[in-house]
């Protein structure tokens, strides 16, 4: 088992669905984010939570809205999605305040028809 | 705003060989975090190493070691005795020093390919 376990793996969409991605960790960590991997371009840090709070938004549309119940896990609610907005999902988790690095998960294959 | 920068999009080692990737970044802040991630077909990104910019000494773990220019703001990682295991996409990232643990800026990648 993984730190760090994302569902689904792979997932499409239509433009008018309404999904969400999951992800939760087993690591004890207390802080988790969220990631878009697109062909050609870096990965972009797209949502940060510490503690149960947001505390980054990295100027993300709002037809992605994301969710964290309690430090282990975290979603990504998706509503009207772009065929752009196909990419990879990585989701992150880390401890704050201590000298350790962040840990990610498998991700998501999303494709948006 | 700090950027990465990765100019090799592909790299090519012959299996036991050395092989070094190339990254650049540019920032102004004087406390920050260095990392080489690896993300192999399974997709998940796996730390290879990290150096902290307080730090002289290059960092070393294994295989893998980086060569830490700082002041020409240059991070580059060498693979030695390179396996057929080590083939994947490999990511510099930087992290400010008062920034979360997850909050890394990424360069494009390296596609690593390596030959039995």
């Known amino acids: 088992e993984t730190g760090v376990t994302q569902t689904p793996r792979h997932l499409v969409m239509g433009m008018t669905n309404k999904k969400s991605l999951k992800c939760e960790q087993h690591?004890?960590?207390?802080?988790m984010y969220w990631y878009k991997q697109s062909a050609k371009k870096p990965l972009e840090l797209m949502f940060v939570?510490?503690?149960?709070?947001?505390?980054e938004n990295n100027s993300v549309p709002s037809r992605f809205s994301p969710e964290c119940p309690n430090s282990s896990h975290l979603f990504l609610h998706l509503h009207t999605l772009q065929p752009e907005d196909s990419a990879l999902y990585l989701c992150?988790?880390?401890?704050?305040?201590?000298?350790?690095?962040?840990?990610f998960g498998q991700g998501t294959r999303l494709t948006v028809v | 705003a700090q950027t990465v920068t990765q100019s090799q999009p592909e790299m090519s080692v012959q299996e036991a060989e050395t092989v070094t990737l190339s990254c650049t970044y540019d920032?102004?802040?004087?406390?920050?975090?260095l990392f080489w991630y690896k993300q192999p077909p399974s997709r998940q990104m796996i730390l290879v190493i990290r150096q902290e910019a307080y730090k002289q000494q290059n960092a070393t773990e294994n295989r893998f070691s980086v060569n830490f220019q700082k002041a020409a703001k240059s991070f580059s990682l060498k693979i030695s005795d390179s396996q057929l295991g080590d083939a994947a996409m490999y990511f510099c990232a930087y992290r400010s020093g008062g920034g979360s643990q997850g909050n890394l800026i990424f360069g494009k990648g390296t596609k690593l390919s390596v030959k039995p």
């Open positions: 939570y510490s503690l149960e709070e947001r505390v």
């Open positions: 992150a988790s880390s401890q704050e305040r201590e000298n350790t690095e962040a840990f």
């Open positions: 920032t102004s802040e004087s406390d920050y975090y």
């Open positions: 690591l004890g960590h207390n802080a």
